[in-house]
């Protein structure tokens, strides 16, 4: 099962910032937090990553609470092509392993 | 360079059909798995395989789903006797091994399965 919580679907205005979190309480010492992406009838494309510093990269921010049992991907200024289901994903990072996705939260950008 | 390529993008079986996908990983990728995704839900893993290994089959929902990659380059994934169930969209996706251990995972378009 997958161990984190996101809502299932979030709307934004364009031009706005998109906010989506992520909850992982269970959270071990050695796992990171990973986000992916998977825009309609594409296979999922990842965005960024974290263990417990913020981050930031040319797609998006990601915010990580103190106790790492909370997180925040930031889409700075969302466009239409940002519409996609969004997977927060916790992983133990450099194990060559399967990723466990859970159903992700369905962000609507609106003109 | 090229991305993860599946073939075909589309295909329409008949129950109890046989069918054949096809993943090219990215060139050099060591790692290459398998997820199978319903409607509306996340992808979930089927098989993988480092190399021609395949290091976990714990995913396939039953013997009538078949994975190889003879070579560790070209892998393919076999459904017998296909069923209205199996229909979904199945993913491949690679990444390489560093000295730190594999990290992303880079998926490819994925094969449309419609089973009628």
């Known amino acids: 099962d997958a161990k984190t919580t996101q809502p299932p679907s979030m709307d934004c205005a364009e031009g706005r910032a998109a906010n989506l979190p992520c909850n992982h309480s269970t959270i071990s010492g050695n796992e990171y937090v990973y986000w992916y992406r998977q825009i309609h009838s594409q296979g999922p494309q990842y965005i960024i990553h974290g263990l417990k510093n913020n981050e930031t990269n040319e797609m998006a921010s990601l915010i990580i609470t103190e106790d790492r049992k909370s997180s925040t991907l930031i889409l700075p200024h969302a466009t239409l092509r940002d519409t996609a289901v969004y997977y927060c994903i916790v992983r133990v990072r450099g194990r060559d392993d399967k990723i466990i996705f859970g159903k992700g939260t369905r962000l609507h950008i609106l003109p | 360079g090229a991305g993860v390529s599946q073939s075909p993008r589309y295909k329409v079986a008949k129950r109890g059909q046989d069918v054949a996908l096809r993943c090219d990983p990215i060139?050099?990728?060591?790692?290459l798995f398998w997820y199978q995704q319903a409607l509306g839900q996340g992808p979930e893993f089927l098989t993988y395989?480092?190399?021609?290994?395949?290091?976990?089959k714990s995913g396939l929902p039953s013997d009538r789903f078949f994975a190889e990659r003879p070579e560790g380059s070209v892998s393919t994934l076999k459904i017998q006797r296909t069923q209205q169930e199996d229909s979904a969209v199945y993913l491949c996706?690679?990444?390489?091994?560093?000295?730190?251990?594999?990290?992303?995972?880079?998926f490819g378009p994925g094969t449309r399965l419609t089973v009628l």
């Open positions: 395989f480092q190399n021609e290994a395949q290091l976990d």
């Open positions: 996706a690679s990444s390489f091994v560093t000295s730190g251990g594999a990290d992303t995972q880079y």
């Open positions: 060139s050099g990728h060591v790692s």
